[in-house]
Each structure stands twice: as C-alpha cells, then as structure tokens.
C-alpha cells in the first residue's frame, strides 16, 4: 500500500477551477492505476476519474470535457484539474491507488470541493 494525501480543495463559484493535488508517500510509477473518487452528502462514493501506469485517462460522464486528470511519476502527484465546476460537483474527493490485483486499496483522508451557485 501507499500513504496518500490529497490537497487543493475549497469554495468557488459555479464555473469556476480548482486543482486537486494528491501527494503520495513513495514512487507512484509502477502503480497501474491511480484516480479519484468523489462522494456527495447522502450518495455513495463514485469514480471520477482513473490512470494508467501510461497515462492513459478514462472519466466519468458526469465530468467528461471539464476535468482531467494527470500524474507526475517524478514527483510522486496525481493531480485532478476541474474546470466548469457545477454545484452538483460539491463534495469529498478522494485519492486511491490500485494494488497489482486491481484493488483500489490505498485511499487518502480526502480534501472538500464546494461549488456555490
């Protein structure tokens, strides 16, 4: 497993950017697959956005042409850059990272988004 923390959340305005950081606690550039999760109020936690060891993305529908996702193996980030924000993007966001069975088993603490109308 790896230690995970993510960063860069907070309060915007609908339409506005934010950058999600998540830092981890050793090298990231043999871990296949990295993304983020993000879990509203009342909803259960969903995937947004995912990784490949290539850097090959794959996002949900819901965020399809507004964020993106990248990872910098040297500096052991994955980062999620959303743009558009919507207030229904408002909620905890997660970092995980998959173990080679393809288990998201590391998870970070998570880091708020909150998008005001």
């Known amino acids: 497993q790896v230690q995970l923390v993510e960063s860069g959340g907070g309060l915007v305005q609908a339409g506005g950017s934010l950058r999600l950081s998540c830092a981890a606690s050793?090298?990231?550039?043999?871990?296949?697959?990295m993304g983020w999760y993000r879990q509203a109020p009342g909803k259960e936690r969903e995937l947004v956005a995912l990784i490949s060891s290539g850097g090959s993305p794959g996002y949900a529908d819901s965020v399809k042409g507004r964020f993106t996702i990248s990872r910098d193996n040297a500096k052991n980030t994955l980062y999620l850059q959303m743009s558009s924000l919507k207030p229904e993007d408002t909620a905890m966001y997660y970092c995980a990272a998959r173990d080679p069975g393809g288990v998201f088993n590391s998870w970070g603490q998570g880091t708020q988004v909150t998008v005001s109308s």
């Open positions: 050793r090298s990231i550039f043999s871990i296949n697959g």
